[in-house]
């Protein structure tokens, strides 16, 4: 049987020997190899499908919708996918540079060191509400780390002449 190539994140970057470190986190992250990370949307009809999209291709998603407010959500990089990846692949050209590490590697620890344990939910007993401490499901983890990075990138850079990158 045949080797298949090793395919490269923008035909740069291994995604082969990352370890995911955190193992709640290991069915959530996926490092599926691809050349560009960029799906069209084939895992949206698909409950929890969006585990196996790759985890590059999920940041970029969450960088295009910074949220639900209207000054976070008009127009600023709404659907401009390839403008996003090329951010991205900018990015990290620069990571690569600055730290002599694999950009994908640091973005995985990235996540896996913002992504929260626990979270607090509401009941109501009556007309009391109470606030109770619960855990965090591993793809919720996922999401809020990737909105947290993605917040960071709007507040760093919106009316600001600072690029994005």
């Known amino acids: 049987m045949a080797e298949t190539k090793n395919f490269l994140l923008f035909r740069k970057w291994d995604m082969s020997d990352i370890e995911i470190k955190d193992p709640g986190l290991k069915t959530a992250i996926s490092l599926r190899k691809q050349i560009l990370p960029y799906t069209f949307g084939r895992s949206a009809l698909k ?5 196996e999209v790759n985890i590059v291709e999920r940041l970029c998603n969450k960088v295009m919708h910074f949220g ?13 996918k390839t403008k ?7 990015a990290f ?10 950009p994908v590697e640091v973005l ?35 999401d809020m780390a990737l909105k947290f990075i993605a917040d960071s990138i709007r507040d760093a850079t919106y ?5 994005i990158e």
């Open 47 to 51: 409950r929890f499908n969006k585990a």
């Open 68 to 80: 639900k407010k209207y000054a976070k959500n008009t127009g600023r990089m709404t659907g401009k």
């Open 84 to 90: 996003v990846l090329n951010t991205v692949k900018v």
């Open 93 to 102: 050209d620069i990571i690569a540079l600055k730290t002599g590490k694999n």
């Open 108 to 142: 995985v620890r990235a996540i896996e060191y913002s992504a929260p344990n626990e979270d607090t939910t509401r009941i109501v007993y009556g007309g009391t509400v109470y606030h109770v401490s619960v855990d965090v499901a591993p793809i919720r983890r996922v």
């Open 159 to 163: 009316s600001n002449p600072k690029p």
